[in-house]
């Protein structure tokens, strides 16, 4: 593949975030955008928190074709564009934005990334029993999009942030016609709602790098007639992921997520199908690098 040339007609894509060095989208791009032969690129941004509305007044300035967007952007930047598709909405956060000549419009593709991630393991959520751990802003994205699957949904999440897994599944019941009910994350409420989960999804920080040796779940608490879904995806695998295996549990990462929910960004901005396993390919090599 020949290096690529910067002209006048190069369409530019990136993402805005704070921290933003840990990004694994502009490998994930560029290579899709270089193996499909598109006159695009993808860069990282690193926008502080007072400078987001500059920012995006900068990207529609520079005509930026689109962005992603992460911590701590995805509630704030909502009220600086032009449109929000309906399920961002309802959720509460975008993570992408589609820049069409001049019209700026966010949607959420963690929300389809999660969802895509399941049903390219053959595993459909509708009518199962999911519980998801967490209440912060992927666990929103996670639930939503779970509920308008039609599941049975608990949310359990420590003790301090209860009243956010409240909020989520209160505006849940106003959107949806589904069972969801919002608990304390506790080794009682975990042991009681395991025995009766189809999918677990861990949607908190525990467990990330650098707490690697760290897992929200016990192993004793794992099956093997259950799916276990860790949206983290660094390390690779991680612990919860290692265990869920040992007890024959099937088990999805989080790089399947991040991997899907940037091929649906760029699905929006080009119009085409990225090489998803491409670009998982590249976000993997990447991550390997970084852990060594
Ligand atoms: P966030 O908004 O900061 O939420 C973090 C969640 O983890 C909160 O519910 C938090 O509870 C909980 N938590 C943190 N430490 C905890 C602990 N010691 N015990 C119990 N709960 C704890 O972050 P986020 O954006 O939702 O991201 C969460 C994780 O998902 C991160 O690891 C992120 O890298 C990953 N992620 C992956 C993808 C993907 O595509 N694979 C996409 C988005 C995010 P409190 O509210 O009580 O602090």
Same mark, same amino acid.
């Given at each position: 593949?020949?290096?690529?040339?910067?002209?006048?007609?190069?369409?530019? !894509?990136?993402?805005?975030?704070?921290?933003?060095?840990?990004?694994?989208?502009?490998?994930?791009?560029?290579?899709?955008?270089?193996?499909?032969?598109?006159?695009?690129?993808?860069?990282? =941004?690193?926008?502080?928190?007072?400078?987001?509305?500059?920012?995006?007044?900068?990207?529609?300035?520079?005509?930026?074709?689109?962005?992603?967007?992460?911590?701590?952007?995805?509630?704030?930047?909502?009220?600086?564009?032009?449109?929000?598709?309906?399920?961002?909405?309802?959720?509460?956060?975008?993570? &992408?934005?589609?820049? @069409?000549?001049?019209?700026?419009?966010?949607?959420?593709?963690?929300?389809?990334?999660?969802? +895509?991630?399941?049903?390219?393991?053959?595993?459909?959520?509708?009518?199962?029993?999911?519980?998801?751990?967490?209440?912060?802003?992927?666990?929103?994205?996670? !639930?939503?999009?779970?509920?308008?699957?039609?599941?049975?949904?608990?949310?359990?999440?420590?003790?301090?942030?209860?009243?956010?897994? +409240?909020?989520?599944?209160?505006?849940?019941?106003?959107?949806?016609?589904?069972?969801?009910?919002? @608990?304390?994350?506790?080794?009682?409420?975990?042991?009681?709602?395991?025995?009766?989960?189809?999918?677990?999804?861990?949607?908190? /920080?525990?467990?990330? /790098?650098?707490?690697?040796?760290?897992?929200?779940?016990?192993?004793?608490?794992? !099956? /093997?007639?259950?799916?276990? =879904?860790?949206?983290?995806?660094?390390?690779?695998? &991680?612990?919860?992921?290692?265990?869920?295996?040992?007890?024959?549990?099937?088990?999805? @990462?989080?790089?399947?997520?991040?991997? !899907?929910?940037?091929?649906?960004?760029?699905?929006?901005? &080009?119009? +085409?199908?990225?090489?998803? @396993?491409?670009?998982? +390919? /590249?976000?993997?090599?990447?991550?390997?690098?970084?852990?060594?």
């Amino acid at each position: 593949m020949k290096d690529k040339v910067i002209s006048g007609k190069t369409k530019i !894509c990136g993402i805005i975030g704070d921290p933003i060095e840990h990004t694994m989208s502009p490998v994930m791009h560029n290579t899709a955008f270089k193996t499909l032969g598109l006159d695009y690129v993808y860069l990282p =941004f690193k926008v502080k928190n007072e400078e987001l509305k500059q920012a995006i007044a900068g990207a529609r300035a520079l005509n930026i074709r689109g962005l992603n967007v992460t911590i701590p952007h995805k509630v704030a930047v909502m009220q600086l564009l032009d449109k929000i598709d309906p399920l961002a909405e309802k959720i509460g956060a975008a993570n &992408t934005i589609v820049n @069409d000549e001049g019209i700026l419009t966010g949607y959420n593709t963690d929300a389809y990334g999660f969802i +895509q991630a399941l049903l390219e393991k053959d595993i459909n959520p509708i009518g199962k029993k999911i519980l998801v751990l967490g209440a912060g802003g992927a666990a929103k994205a996670i !639930c939503f999009i779970l509920a308008e699957q039609g599941v049975s949904l608990v949310i359990l999440n420590r003790k301090l942030e209860l009243e956010w897994a +409240q909020d989520i599944a209160n505006r849940i019941k106003q959107n949806y016609t589904i069972n969801v009910r919002a @608990d304390e994350l506790n080794k009682k409420n975990l042991e009681q709602v395991l025995a009766n989960t189809d999918i677990l999804v861990n949607a908190t /920080s525990v467990g990330m /790098s650098p707490n690697s040796h760290e897992t929200p779940v016990d192993a004793e608490f794992l !099956c /093997s007639n259950m799916v276990v =879904f860790d949206i983290i995806y660094n390390p690779f695998p &991680t612990r919860l992921l290692q265990e869920a295996k040992t007890a024959g549990a099937r088990t999805i @990462d989080g790089l399947e997520m991040l991997v !899907c929910q940037g091929a649906l960004s760029f699905e929006k901005w &080009t119009g +085409q199908k990225p090489p998803v @396993d491409l670009m998982r +390919q /590249s976000a993997m090599r990447l991550l390997q690098k970084n852990e060594k």
